[in-house]
């Protein structure tokens, strides 16, 4: 399988404690950005980045909120001291540099706080 | 800030039928509008966009109208079949690049 992929699928913790998540994009693409979609709503886009360059950040990442791309390659993002409030489905994404061209998605990572 | 508005929220369609969705922005800035078509469980996965340069674009079943003037496109479903039932999204973005800002979804069912 050569699409964007996610991992864990699902991913259950108590409140307080860190969580990471791993995209792996498709392996030509050099743009990644993370969404988070909560249930009834379309997806918000949290940050995007161009190989390893963090480029933008949404108001949406608080501080307890990192990613990372070190290599340009695979992204991990962290939330520590997890909030119920966190609890949605977080989406990779990965496109080729071109303008305007189409942003693959993965299947997404459930994070359900307890 | 809602940038995209998205309606109707759901939509019951019959087999064969025409399904429509509607959608305005706000942000004259935005130049690429795509669709997304999202199962359970799945990510969103883009099923047809526009520019703004063109009023309608058409592939198989699904053709968006676009009208610059009002801000405002649709999704039109023609033949509806069961499988098409999924949620919609509307999307904008701007800058060349794909920080898209979504809408809030339309959960479609097509019954037999």
């Known amino acids: 399988d050569t699409g964007v992929s996610q991992d864990p699928r699902h991913k259950i913790t108590k409140r307080g404690q860190n969580v990471t998540f791993r995209c792996d994009p498709i392996s030509e693409h050099n743009r990644l950005y993370w969404y988070r979609q909560t249930l009834g709503q379309g997806p918000e886009f949290l940050t995007y980045?161009?190989?390893?360059?963090?480029?933008?950040k949404s108001r949406l990442l608080s501080d307890r909120f990192s990613a990372e791309r070190p290599k340009g390659s695979f992204s991990t993002l962290e939330i520590q001291r997890t909030e119920q409030g966190d609890s949605a489905m977080y989406l990779c994404?990965?496109?080729?540099?071109?303008?305007?061209?189409?942003?693959?998605f993965g299947q997404g990572t459930r994070l359900t706080v307890v | 800030q809602q940038q995209v508005k998205q309606s109707p929220q759901s939509l019951i369609v019959q087999k064969g039928g025409i399904s429509i969705i509607n959608c305005a922005y706000e942000n004259t800035a935005f130049d690429y509008f795509p669709w997304y078509q999202q199962f359970p469980g799945k990510g969103p996965a883009l099923l047809i966009a526009?520019?703004?340069?063109?009023s309608e674009k058409k592939e198989g079943r699904f053709t968006i109208s676009f009208n610059k003037s009002a801000k405002q496109f649709s999704l039109h479903i023609m033949d509806s079949q069961p499988g098409d039932s999924a949620t919609y999204f509307c999307?904008?973005?701007?800058?060349?690049?794909?920080?898209?800002?979504f809408g809030t979804g339309t959960k479609l069912q097509v019954i037999p």
């Open positions: 980045f161009q190989n390893e360059a963090q480029l933008e």
């Open positions: 526009i520019r703004p340069d063109v």
């Open positions: 999307a904008a973005s701007s800058g060349g690049y794909q920080k898209v800002t």
């Open positions: 994404a990965s496109s080729l540099g071109s303008y305007n061209t189409e942003a693959f």
